[in-house]
């Protein structure tokens, strides 16, 4: 069983920052991967990155050269630190590990940019 508690979210005017924080707790031996997605109000919830335990990142092309996926082993903390945020970057982010296909979510971290 996998723990996770996202943190960091807040308000923020388009432009600026904000790093989300994703701790972990309980059967991290078995993570094969680590991700963020949202999902705004009316839309499904959708990729935003992803990080292997071999280190492999994905993001999605919305996010591109803005956000950035990381993870402190010594904390079994997953990071994603967000720049140039826009007003459709709002939604719920939501922290995800893959225990060999036995998906595990956290409760999610509301993220809102203002124009």
């Known amino acids: 069983q996998v723990r996770l508690v996202e943190s960091g979210g807040g308000l923020v005017q388009a432009g600026g920052s904000l790093r989300l924080s994703c701790a972990a707790s309980?059967?991290?031996?078995?993570?094969?991967?680590m991700g963020w997605y949202r999902q705004a109000p009316g839309k499904q919830r959708e990729l935003v990155a992803t990080?292997?335990?071999?280190?492999?990142?994905n993001y999605a092309d919305s996010v591109k050269g803005r956000f950035t996926i990381s993870v402190d082993n010594a904390r079994n903390t997953v990071y994603l630190q967000m720049i140039s945020l826009k007003p459709e970057d709002t939604a719920v982010y939501y922290c995800?590990?893959?225990?060999?296909?036995?998906?595990?979510w956290g409760r999610g971290t509301q993220v809102t940019v203002s124009s």
């Open positions: 990080l292997t335990r071999g280190g492999t990142t």
């Open positions: 309980g059967g991290m031996f078995s993570i094969n991967a």
């Open positions: 995800n590990a893959d225990l060999s296909g036995l998906i595990y």
